[in-house]
Every structure is written in C-alpha cells, then in structure tokens.
C-alpha cells in the first residue's frame, strides 16, 4: 500500500439542514433556517481554519404519503441568498452554494456566483447538481424533467457557458461580448458583472455515478463523495484521479472530500456509546419505517420496527415518498438489508442504524486527528465535510480538541495564507480568456 509523505488534509463544514443526520430532539438543536443559525456555525468552522462552509439545496418540499416530510415542514431558505449574508460576517472562509442546474439558466446563475464572489473577496464556490425529478419540475414554469444522460448533458453545457461569461471580462476589466450556440442554450450579449476576484468561483460536484465521475474529472474543482472504509475511498479516489490526465489535469487540480461525521469521547469507549445513542435519536423506530417505505415503496406502517423485514420485493418505481432521492436499484437494496439482518440477528431498526450511517470516525480526539491523516496519506481522500449532528453547535468540539492536535502532527494550517478559497485548496487561478468574444 502506498503511504504519501505527510500532507495537509482540506476541511470543510456541511450545514445540517433538514436531513436525518439532524439529531433535532436535541435541546441544544436549534433553527435551520434562522440566521444565527448559518452564522455560529460559519464562524465556527472559519475560526478552525476550514476551507469552505457549505450549503445544501432542495427546491420542492419532500412528500410522503401525500404529506410534507417532517423534516422539510419549516422550509428551506435559498442558498445564495444565506451566503450573501454570510459573506458579511465571516472573513476567509470560503461560502460553497448548491444550485441545479437543471431548473436555472447560465447567465442568471453565473451573475449571482460572480456577485458572491465579489462581495466575499473570492471565496465563492457552486456546488453542480442535476434533478431527473418530474416531482420538483413541477414548481417551474417549463415543468417537465429530463433524462438522467441529459440532465448531465445540460449540466455539463450549463457550466462552459458560465466560464465563458466569466472569462468575457479581461482582468484588467474590459468587457467583451458573449456567444454560445449550443444544444441546450443559445444566447449572445454582454455579461453585466467584471471578473471577480477568484476568476471563476471553485466549482464543487457531488454525484457518484460513472457520468457523476467523468463530470469532475472534466470540469469540478472538489468531489463530495461518500464511502464508507479506506479501501472504498482508495478505490474512488484512484479511479477519479487517474480520469484527469485525458482532459489535461493532474492530480493536484481536483481535491476529493468525503461527507463524514465525528463523534468523539474521552475515552474510545465514550466515544462508541454516544455515536451508538446519536444514530438511535437519528433513526427513531418512526424514522425506521418511513426510511423502510421509502425502498419498499408501500405503507408498511403496520410493520414493528422492532420486528422483522418484509417478506415481499419493492413495489417497481414507487412514487409513496415524492421528491427524495431513490436508493439506486430498491430490490437489491431490500436483499442486502434483509441480508444484513439474517447474518446479525437486527431487527428493521437494528438494520437501518447500521446499513444508513453516514461514514464516521470515532474515539477520542487523539485518534480521530490519527484516522483523518491515514485517509489522506493512503489516498483515500484530500479532506473532509464534516457533517455535525446538531445545529448550529456540532462543530464546536471538533474545532476546539481535534483541529489542534492535527496542527501539532503538521496535518493542518495553523493560518490562513491567502484570501481566496482556491488559495486555501490549492488550486490555480483559471487563465483569463477575456482577450476574445467567448464561442459556442
């Protein structure tokens, strides 16, 4: 196995917004849509030195069994608009927006990020995300979805078209014209805001499909992924990092951060008791069923979380919860649970906790510092997403006993060197190509 001489790990903080990480029972739980909310925790992870705060995006309430899901039942603000605000408050720290690309169009996009990252100095970033969702089409005027290929397609347009108005400006502030002829956009004119202070915002791409994977290897500047052990994420990071050289890239051109979560304890044995109590707050025997509906498609409301998984398949395209993403093939994902609960002996409840946890380190602060490096080292990952699981305050303890003990290993910055979040990855400001009309 190859080990990579000791390198600085990339953090960045995910605000917990109406998810099940969300422990919301929790009297130290407060609003996610409040403002003091998105600020304690920006300010927080700005004060542990992270890259980027980051945002989510739904653009319909969730439904399930024609009702709002609980989680989405107080709304969820827009991102950019949040960001702006942010960008008031905070310093250095990049302010990362997840925008589809699918329901918005290239110059109303590109004019908010390039305004974001003028008014934050350079630290704005886009999270590219897709819909094929019909359900969420709905809340727009053309309506309607698009295929899965095309969704990535448009997505894959939708962001040249952007980096051209970006680059239409020269650094030195001249404007020129604009033209693109495509598949999926054809628009011509003047792009209305001068380069911004990065060039072009740090784009961030989050799917993990074979297309997801070539997307970012073309075109993202950080992949937000997700697995579960180091062979995994050895895995995805060598086949992603080994797709760049095909489009003139090199390692270092593209950071992979995995989501995770921390749980930490004074002891490795503290640690495993509050991580095993916060996955049962997170998936409570209601949680159990409604994440159980989702795969199988049907009312199983008469099922005991406590008891034993159905006997039947999944219902073929269920439609019983609208808006929320499937869980790939629903019938081997029914196999593999009910599989799971064979060979351990788990109830329904049992095996959601365990089958759905979000990739965690846990133990004390000492050990985690330790576990964070040997991702990085074995190239498993270039940082992280910490995903807390409460609002506003779940970074706190992190900031206060891990980040210190990954600066005292060499692992982490004890400062801020630049002001741009492209300067806090690593990455190089993108080449001015204002000196000519962009073409389609």
Known sequence: MTVRARREIHLAAHFPGVNSTTVWADPRSKSQIGFSSFEHLARTAERGLFDFFFLAEGLRLREHKGRIHDLDVVGRPESLTVLNALAAVTERIGLAATVNATFNEPYELARRLATLDHLSGGRAAWNVVTSSDAFTGEN???????DRAERYTRAAEFLAVARELWDSWTPNGVSRPF???????????????????????????AGDSGEG???????????????????DGRAFYAD???RLAKYGRSADDLKIMP??????GDTAAEAQERAAEIRRQQVSPQNAILA???????DLSSYDPDGPFPDFDPVPDPSITEGRTRRGDTVATAEKWRALSREKGLSIRQTVIEASGRQSFIGTPEAVAAELETFVRQDAADGFILVPHLTPGGLDEFV??????LQERGAFRTEYRGATLRSHLGLPDPAGRGDRAATG
């Open 259 to 264: 989501g995770v979560s921390v749980v930490l």
């Open 292 to 298: 159980l509906e989702q795969v199988w498609g049907t």
């Open 240 to 242: 992603v990092k080994g």
């Open 400 to 405: 206060d006993r891990v980040v210190p003990l």
């Open 213 to 231: 994977r070539e997307f970012a290897a073309r075109s993202a500047d950080v992949v937000f992924t997700r697995h579960g052990t180091l062979e």
């Open 179 to 205: 033209a693109h002829r495509g598949q999926h956009f054809d628009i011509a004119g003047e792009f209305t805001v001068p380069r911004s202070p990065q060039g072009h915002p740090v784009v961030i791409q």
């Open 140 to 146: 727009f005027r053309r309506g309607g979805y698009l």
